[in-house]
């Protein structure tokens, strides 16, 4: 089964800090991968998504892949309490139904609290 | 746009009992994709529908099966209820068959209770 791990959590910051969330995956035939948030209650949202080796910045958002270790980041700068969710980690792996179907395989997620 | 919509939003039903739950996409959209979450294992992928044609499937039991419509609206069946079912059910619409670079669009969710 392919994986996708995170820590998770609950993981504190301050306001305005940066928060550094992490993921790790186990297929190393995975390319993709995705933040998505979740807010109690509520449907995961797309963040951003990445595929290439390095960093990616939307805004207060910067996803970092490093394809080698087998490892993505998401890091918010200036935290908000708005922030405060379930951030979720997803990567494209081959799926049950075997060569050639694809699925997402998402992390359980990490529950992110900014404190004002 | 309307968003993606689910039915019903929340369903009480006791084990053995089957159950039938329905998603309509994004307009334009023709690929739906299925979705348990639970707080032990996740969010963890069902399967996918794509022009009325089942693409990916993951790793559940035949208890659960889906369809899609030639409108792209999705139902997901689930028969036989187990406690372990109880579980919010999420669909995701997208205009392209995935997994992909493509949004996909969540719906609010059923939340299915197995009494």
């Known amino acids: 089964q392919k994986e996708v791990e995170q820590n998770s959590g609950p993981l504190s910051v301050p306001e305005g800090a940066i928060a550094s969330l992490n993921c790790t995956y186990s297929d190393r035939g995975s390319q993709s991968f995705f933040w998505y948030r979740q807010y109690s209650g509520k449907s995961p949202e797309l963040i951003m998504f990445?595929?290439?080796?390095g960093d990616k910045e939307d805004g207060r958002f910067t996803a970092q892949l490093n394809k080698a270790s087998q490892y993505v980041s998401l890091l918010i700068r200036d935290s908000q309490p708005s922030d405060s969710a379930t951030y979720l980690c997803?990567?494209?792996?081959?799926?049950?139904?075997?060569?050639?179907?694809?699925?997402?395989?998402f992390g359980k997620g990490t529950k992110l609290s900014v404190i004002p | 746009k309307a968003g993606v919509t689910q039915t019903p939003r929340y369903l009480i039903k006791t084990r053995g009992q089957q159950v039938t739950l329905s998603c309509s996409p994004i307009s334009g959209h023709r690929s739906v994709s299925w979705y348990q979450q639970t707080p032990g294992q996740g969010l963890q992928f069902l399967f996918e529908?794509?022009?009325?044609?089942?693409?990916n499937k993951g790793n559940f039991p035949g208890r659960f099966s889906g369809r899609q419509f030639s409108n792209s609206r999705s139902e997901m069946n689930v028969s036989t209820l187990e406690l372990g079912d109880s579980a919010l059910y999420l669909c995701a619409s997208s205009e392209v068959a995935g997994p992909s670079t493509d949004t996909q669009y969540f719906g609010p969710g059923t939340r299915l209770t197995v009494l």
């Open positions: 529908y794509f022009s009325e044609t089942q693409r």
């Open positions: 997803a990567g494209i792996t081959i799926a049950y139904s075997g060569a050639g179907s694809y699925q997402l395989t």
């Open positions: 990445i595929y290439s080796n």
